[in-house]
């Protein structure tokens, strides 16, 4: 098992085999996202690949859940994609679970065929980092795609039958007025996406980035805790998704919240009111053990 650079996974991915596919990201351009910086993008070798996953097999001997790194793996060559999972349930008799980020541009340059065939042979799970819905963010934080392709994007996932789990971005638009829009497009969004799981984080400024730059020179203001959970209030109570999994709960949160939508929706909405409430600062995750 060898590893280029930092490596990145959804927290949910925890017990999961790491397999490094791509080095950093296709696209590597939001301003917000700092984890490839460091990184110029390219394809690992399928030589490379499957050498790792040789050498995992031999340490391991089998497992359950694999993640294929970096940023963007989706956007590897559908045959070699289709060769690396073909290895991967050769090596490991017990695998259940392949997931792997999803650029919306490089899902977009996939067919529903070429998607379909890579859920049939065992990539089962997509994190689409949707970040906003609102339109004129998107441009702002250099996406790449505007809310059609994204809600495309995510749309040809699903069809494809893979488990689609959404990200967004709280205080991604900054205080005023613009937070509220933000939460209310980004609902909206994926409302009509209709992900099965749907992460909230909280933007955090990482050294290195435009963002990070633009908070350093008063340009963009963050959100104070309870404006944060304003927009995560806005976001949850405009969501019209059956059997949605909401997971408020990363690290990066001032107040985990998880529940399903629309089971779970009061009792979320009821827990935050309470913060807002009683301003109890007991009641959030304390400023030092946030993080990414």
Known sequence: MRYEGNI??????ANSYLLQCTIGCSHNKCTFC???KDKKYRLRSLAEIKEDIKMAGDYYHDVEKVFLCDGDAIAIETEILLEILDELFRTFPSLRHVGTYAGPISTLNKSISELTALRAAGLTKAYLGVETGDEQLLQDIKKGVSYSQMLEAGQNLIMAGMNLSAMVLLG???????ST???????????EMRPQYLAAL??????GTKLYQQVQNGVFKLLTPMETLMEMKVLIENIKVDKLKFVGTHASNYLPVT????KDQQKMLDLIDYALRTQDPRVLRNEKMRGL
Not at 259 to 262: A, Y
Request: net charge neutral; aromatic share 8%.
């Open 172 to 178: 991604l638009a900054g205080p005023g007025p613009r």
């Open 181 to 191: 829009e933000h939460a209310l497009a980004t609902a909206k969004l994926c409302s």
């Open 8 to 13: 990145f996974r959804p927290f949910s991915e």
């Open 202 to 207: 909280t933007v955090t400024p990482v050294p």
């Open 259 to 262: 529940g399903e939508i629309p």
């Open 34 to 36: 700092g984890m490839y």
